[in-house]
């Protein structure tokens, strides 16, 4: 009789084992099905197919265009939930908040578009170290107008040589001014 009973106490463990993972699928199940259902294209939330992006993109320098900084950086900032470490998307935000008089709130943006990108963004040194001077980091700001400096000297710039010269002293000037702010 004793083993009667160890016998379907092993068939209810059997079968509540089985339930649980009946149980645990439909629990997974019902959990990621509102995140696809509510989503364009079937993508997950928050993500966009390659031309919706570059649709949102176009959209949001239209806006920069225009004057309508505001809508730009919304529009960039979901672009970024897509893809936070796209190079494009970090300088292009960043310059709008620059340009909005939000420079401080640059800076992050600033610093992941020069450490994604493929290419050298020089003026992003620039605007990023302007940023750091405006935000009282003074170290920070010199060794950005530092890094801007060299790579003028080392790849030049577009302007003429007359302006490049004064270019490169005003931004020789702010290191200056970032030794008396220490």
């Excluded at 019902?30 to 993109?57: M, V």
């Excluded at 401080?104 to 020069?114: D, G, L, Q, T, V």
């Excluded at 010199?142 to 040589?161: E, S």
Aim: aromatic share 14%; proline share 2%; with cysteine.
């Amino acid at each position: 009789m004793f083993s009667v009973n160890r016998d379907i106490f092993i068939l209810l463990l059997l079968q509540r084992n089985y339930f649980m993972k009946i149980l645990h699928l439909l629990i997974s199940f019902l959990l990621i099905l509102p995140i696809y259902s509510f989503s364009q294209d079937g993508n997950a939330y928050g993500s966009f197919s390659g031309k919706e992006a570059k649709k949102i993109l176009k959209k949001a320098r239209k806006d920069v265009d225009y004057g309508n900084l505001k809508e730009a950086t919304d529009k960039y900032s979901q672009l970024l939930k897509t893809d936070s470490n796209n190079s494009v998307y970090n300088y292009e935000l960043a310059l709008t908040l620059y340009n909005n008089y939000e420079q401080i709130k640059s800076i992050p943006y600033f610093e992941r578009a020069i450490k994604n990108s493929k290419d050298t963004i020089g003026e992003a040194f620039y605007f990023l170290a302007t940023a750091w001077h405006l935000a009282g980091k003074f170290n920070l700001a010199q060794n950005n107008y530092k890094v801007y400096i060299a790579l003028i000297a080392k790849y030049g710039t577009n302007l003429w040589p007359e302006e490049e010269g004064e270019l490169r002293n005003e931004v020789l000037r702010k290191v200056e001014m970032c030794d008396n702010g220490k």
